[in-house]
């Protein structure tokens, strides 16, 4: 599918400088014509806050703020101007925990570095084919921790939603988790 890039607005988080620059290239590459760059989590959420981007990129190691929390200040600070961009987390780190960790964030897709256009492409492309439901719950904010695997083969169980998978929800779901238990498998 082809995509008009340029017609979106992409902030690059990264204290890297080369890292930096790297991915700034590979997305004006794709045709961005407006990439905003900050050197850490702090200035990446006040650029954030003045441009209100339609994508943001981060590495997760930076100081004095990383990808992590300038995630969770897009999905709960007040002056965030919108808690549902799709966040990429970039990192050198790809063990589950932290996986685990940067979806519970609130991280909508996550990518190891080092990385090739290709790999940067299919996130991209997955937050625009694939956009998923925000979820709050008591503890959380975000995009839905679940991926639907298999589309060919819906569940047919009995914990089956209503209306199946393709039932147009609420922007956002009041979820209580209290009763369930977690499914961290589902989301990789």
């Known amino acids: 599918m082809t995509y ?3 017609k979106i607005k992409v902030l ?9 620059d790297l991915t700034k290239s590979i997305l004006q590459t794709f045709g961005v014509v407006e990439v905003i760059a900050a050197k850490d989590g702090e200035e990446g959420f006040r650029e954030y806050c003045l441009h209100n981007p339609d994508i943001v990129i981060a590495d997760w190691m930076m100081k004095p703020m990383d990808g992590i929390s300038l995630t969770r200040r897009i999905r709960n600070d007040p002056k965030s101007p919108s808690q549902y961009t799709p966040v990429i987390l970039m990192t050198g780190f790809s ?3 932290r996986v685990l960790e940067a979806r519970d964030a609130g ?3 996550f990518l190891v570095k080092p990385f090739n256009a290709r790999d940067l492409y299919r996130r991209i492309a997955q937050v ?5 439901q925000f979820v709050r719950s008591e503890d959380f904010f975000g995009p839905d921790r679940r991926r639907h695997k298999n589309e060919e083969k819906p569940y047919t169980g009995p914990e089956r939603r209503e209306g199946g998978r ?3 929800p609420p922007p956002v779901t009041e979820i209580d988790f209290a009763d369930r238990p977690q499914q961290d498998e589902d989301w990789q």
């Open 107 to 109: 991280v909508t897709e």
């Open 4 to 6: 008009e890039f340029y």
């Open 166 to 168: 393709r039932a147009p």
């Open 12 to 20: 690059v988080v990264e204290d890297n400088k080369p890292m930096l």
């Open 95 to 97: 063990e589950k925990r």
């Open 128 to 132: 625009i084919e694939r956009p998923r």
